[in-house]
């Protein structure tokens, strides 16, 4: 006979899932909530306890961990100077506790900074800020001198920024190349084009310079070193069809006052009808012109 464990009762059967949602419902209130947990250990996420024992975020207040620091941030940006825990809890709808740990890591990436009142936007902002607005100020700068190079040239003028191991068009006016695109956002291997060589010929960080002309090895990388170097001197780099066949380019860089590159202007044409020592002195100027007026502006 079976052992007896006293009153046996006659259970529904219930389903993993539900029994788990009403341990979780009534363990940690969390009702209503989706939660996947899977085996510690064996390379699978699982929702930490720390989150479950965290009091949710009012209702209709942000709910992922991106939509929060973005609440906060906002929340600072809208305070005079500087704002304290209380108030960006307040005006985020997210937890106190849950705003201070957050305020706590943006400060130790700088995105925040601590003061006497509370918090205030920190320097990393800023620096973002800045890099995002340059091309619109390269633009801006640029935009009458590349019309002006395009009427005297007749070919087609470019304006370029260097991103990972491509240069990146922020502008283009054609020319009489139908073939070359004038789209914004084109890309062109830095390390071959001119614009791209003016570029790392006077960029001050040389690990940029290494990654880019990593593919050159022995006799190419010597050459290429040379050319840069030629190109410190002369201000002026050049395509002769080699990234594309057929067509010259010459390029200048546009650096500001603290001797910083930005990007290079740059003109396109067909090789046989357009001579590239005659263009280069006028692609030049037009750099400096470019740099002179973001100076001023």
């Known amino acids: 006979m079976a052992p007896s464990w006293g009153h046996r009762h006659r259970c529904p059967r219930i389903s993993r899932t539900a029994l788990h949602r009403s341990v979780l419902t009534s363990t940690f209130g969390i009702e209503g909530r989706s939660t996947t947990i899977q085996a510690a250990g064996r390379g699978c996420s699982m929702t930490s306890l720390a989150e479950w024992n965290t009091s949710p975020a009012p209702s209709g207040g942000p709910a992922s961990v991106l939509d929060r620091v973005v609440a906060i941030l906002d929340a600072v940006k809208e305070g005079d100077g500087s704002t304290t825990i209380t108030d960006l809890a307040a005006k985020s709808g997210l937890p106190k506790s849950t705003v201070s740990r957050l305020v706590a890591e943006l400060t130790a990436q700088r995105y925040l900074e601590r003061t006497d009142d509370g918090v205030a936007l920190g320097l990393r902002l800023f620096e973002l800020g800045a890099r995002a607005s340059l091309p619109r100020r390269l633009l801006g700068a640029a935009a009458p001198v590349i019309r002006q190079l395009r009427e005297v040239t007749g070919e087609r003028v470019g304006l370029w920024v260097q991103q990972g191991a491509d240069m990146v068009s922020i502008a283009a006016v054609p020319g009489r190349l139908p073939m070359l695109p004038t789209r914004a956002g084109m890309h062109s291997p830095a390390l071959t084009t001119a614009s791209g060589k003016a570029f790392l010929a006077f960029c001050a960080d040389q690990r940029v310079v290494d990654r880019i002309s990593a593919p050159l090895v022995d006799e190419a990388a010597d050459r290429f070193r ?46 046989g009808a357009m001579d590239p020592d005659r263009v280069a002195p006028l692609v030049r100027a037009a750099g400096t012109s470019v740099s002179r007026r973001l100076a001023a502006a």
Request: aromatic residues 2%; proline residues 7%.
């Open 226 to 271: 040379d050319e840069l170097t030629h190109v410190r001197a002369s201000v002026v780099a050049m395509d002769l069809e080699v990234s594309y066949p057929g067509i010259l380019a010459v390029a200048s860089p546009v650096i500001t006052s603290g001797r910083v590159v930005l990007g290079a202007i740059s003109i396109a044409g067909p090789s």
